[in-house]
Each structure stands twice: as structure tokens, then as C-alpha cells.
């Protein structure tokens, strides 16, 4: 497992006019090139009119799937530029379409890299990236009156917290970055005077907002 990764934030669109073009992004999360090729197929329907729909992919922790597809563009001017963008803001299972409509005016091959390239960056951009981070899950179990000190210390740091569950005494399962799962819990013991009960429970990816 990774780390930590970085992926776009969510599905999204964007478009932009170059030379009277239309050209229009969409980015998608995907898990396997099966999903790529969906992804790519549903935008090649709804757009079934359009001069182009060119694609890229890149697909695993290692990006073990690469794909790029020019459509009927020159050969390189679309698909590699497009999957030269993901791979530069190292995006993981990420998913690209880029629609041309023709305006009228050629751009030549340099013009076509660059308008491919501007539109997959312009479209990230917009939706986002995220870093999903691999953290350790804690699981806090304390007295009601406590609650207020621990929430506090946690908001106040870089810790995540779950959800919070209110039973006969309050469970708080927080995830904790990897190697300080050790001091976070000596610090817990340390806010509490020992009035606490702790365990590690799963590890999973968090993800945060890329600014």
C-alpha cells in the first residue's frame, strides 16, 4: 500500500474555446481499465457529434496501466499530452476525456499539445485534488466529563476524528499519521491522567484538500 496518493477530488467538467473549438474536459475516478473504458464510452455517447474525444488513464499504485487515445487527432498531439498532465501532478486512478469540436481554424500539432494539454489541467484545476494520506485508527474510549478536553486537543491538532459514538461512555475513533500512533497515545494518557481506554483499530486512507 501506498503512503499516501493523489487523485482529483471528485467527477467534473470544464470547458474552454481555443481558435473557436470547443474543448471539453471531464475527469473521473476509476478502479481498473474497465471502469476507464466505461468512463470514456458514456462521454463518447454524449457526445457522439463531436470531431474528437480523446482519452488517458492511469490506472494502479504504480500507475501499472497507462492509456492514452488520440481519436483521429494527429498522432501524440492528444492522448500523450493529456496523460503527460496526470502523470505530472501525479495523479493515481485517474480518468480523462477531452471533446473537440472543431471551430474551423487548425491549430497545427504544437497548438493541438498545447490546447489538450491547458484543457486536462484547466479541468483539474477546477474540480480539485485531494491527497489521500494512509493513517492509523485509534479508538478512545472516555468519560463524558473528559470529552470536552479530548475533543478540543484533537480539533487543535492535525489528528482526524471520525465520529464520535455517545454510549455509556464516549468512544472517539480518531486516525492518527503513521509513526506517531505510539506518542499520540502516551499524549491521550498524558491529557487524561490515565483515564482512558485505547485501541488500535484499522488503517485507512484519509483524504484532505490539496490547496
Given amino acids: 500500500m501506498l503512503n499516501y496518493y493523489y487523485t482529483v477530488k471528485q467527477a467534473g467538467t470544464h470547458e474552454i474555446i ?24 458514456k462521454i463518447k455517447k454524449k457526445h457522439h457529434d463531436a470531431t474528437h474525444n480523446c482519452s488517458a ?4 499504485d504504480h500507475d501499472e496501466i497507462q492509456k492514452a487515445n488520440d481519436d483521429g487527432e494527429p498522432s501524440g498531439t492528444a492522448g ?12 493515481k486512478n485517474t480518468a480523462v476525456v ?3 469540436y472543431f471551430g474551423g481554424i487548425k491549430l497545427g500539432a504544437g ?6 494539454s491547458s484543457t486536462t489541467s484547466e479541468t483539474i484545476k477546477t474540480i480539485g485534488i485531494v491527497k489521500g ?27 482526524v476524528i471520525d465520529h464520535i459514538n455517545y454510549l455509556e461512555k464516549v468512544e472517539l475513533i ?7 500512533a505510539d506518542s499520540f497515545q502516551a499524549e491521550m494518557i498524558d491529557l487524561t491522567n490515565n483515564q482512558i481506554i485505547l485501541n488500535e483499530i484499522d488503517k485507512k486512507y484519509i483524504e484532505t484538500i490539496v490547496s
Fill in 174 to 180: 480518531v486516525y492518527v499519521h503513521i509513526g506517531v
Fill in 57 to 60: 488513464y492511469l490506472i494502479g
Fill in 80 to 91: 500523450i499530452p493529456m496523460l503527460d498532465v496526470l502523470k505530472k501532478l501525479q495523479l
Fill in 111 to 116: 497548438g493541438l499539445i498545447r490546447a489538450y
Fill in 18 to 41: 481555443i481558435q473557436k473549438s470547443r474543448f471539453i474536459g471531464y475527469v473521473e475516478r476509476v478502479k481498473s481499465a474497465e471502469e476507464a473504458q466505461q468512463f470514456v464510452q
Fill in 133 to 159: 494520506e494512509l493513517m492509523q485508527g485509534i479508538s478512545l474510549s472516555i468519560e463524558y466529563p473528559l470529552l470536552g478536553k479530548v475533543e478540543n486537543a484533537l480539533r487543535m491538532s492535525s489528528h
Fill in 98 to 100: 477531452v471533446t473537440r
